[in-house]
DNA sequence: ACCAAACTGAACCATCCGGTTAATTACGTC
DNA sequence: GACGTAATTAACCGGATGGTTCAGTTTGGT
């Protein structure tokens, strides 16, 4: 016990930034998505990392640095997953229908990220006013809805003031409250419509709505 | 500069403990509504009240009972008001364009408690385990919606597999994210929907699509 | 061999924050 | 008007937190 010295540590590592960022940013999307901005501590982020604190403040600069960077990535892979979704080719009602399933299903099987979104909107979007290339990555979910409308109000079977944003936003706010309001909704209605089963139901009334909503009558 | 003694201060004041509460309960519902649970800072919320830190404590015990009270009272507040809405004697389908419309309007009106609500579902619901008698509140929207659907099913309007739930959770989930998600949808693609006019219609969509998914066609 | 960039680890700091102590004032009641 | 309790105030505290700095060591490319 006579020794101060600190042992020669080999502490030996590869250098590997791309690496030692998205370790961070991973673990930090989990508490930002928990905790939210405020509420998420730097010390627990770092501490499931195999990265320090100093390397936090060394590659995002703080921890609004970090968020960002988080919401970033986050709309960046969710946003590439929708782009996978192939639509062309089927008729239009065929089309929207896939759609909201594929939403619906999208936003249940990625919670963290609804959750992502709903803080930020605690935060009045102000940390999303730069991120300048997730423009193109929306408007390729908007483009895609255009083309369902179009071939619709051609065939004669959607009402020829049919918006695609309109579409959007309404197969959004469902497929979204569905998964942000659960808690509060089950705390004040009851669970039942969060069983699978009940989910289903959910799911195809979506459909049946947005697409009644916009079905030309003859 | 001789003197550490404190002179007698008057300090007087009045005894009216409902006030003080109510007080307090205001500018916090404010606080926690912009900053969320853990953003909000007592002090904060101190300086902007007649009150003390002190009394924050004295009555609502910590910061989290401060929350629950905030989120109780505003709850109550609402469905007091939703309560009013009468829809009784009229024909089912106008009595659920006007829930739509009274929905829409309402939720628009009161951002603050569509913010602690969002925030409340980022906690999970867990501060509302407890609060026992908003289910009777609760029990009163989804009742006038029972009658309405009744009444539209026994008329042959309405699908007879028509559910109360199924359709206040659809309105609700339009008219919530409407203006809970308003920030990050305007930042994603752009503020065309939230104008005045594009309000009106995005009301009227929602209301087609309300009704006509439920609509029993012959 | 050399150098910039990547990385480590621990100490440090100013600030802030939720919460508490202790004393003072108001007020109903007997 | 004395007394006890509830209401209210000012000052204070320990701990945590975001953020910084020091003092390096290691890596990998040239």
Redesign the interface.
Known sequence: MEDGHQQAKPRSWKQNPEAVKADILAVAREEFAE?????ARIQKIVERTKSSKRMVFYYFGDKEGLYRAVLEDAYRSVRRQEGELDLDGLPPEEALLRLVEFTFDHHRANPEFI?L?????????RH??D?SD??EL?SVA?ATLSRICSAGIAEGVFRPDTSP??L???I???C???V??????????GG??FTDAAQD??RS??A???L??V?LRR
């Open positions: 905790h939210g901005l405020s509420g959750r979104v709903a803080i930020e909107n605690i935060h009045r979007g999303m006013a991120m997730l423009a929306n908007i944003l309109v959007h936003w309404q959004s706010a469902m979204f409250f569905n942000a309001n659960r808690h509060t909704f089950s705390e004040n209605f039942d419509l139901d959910l009334g979506i049946r709505s947005v009644e909503g079905r």
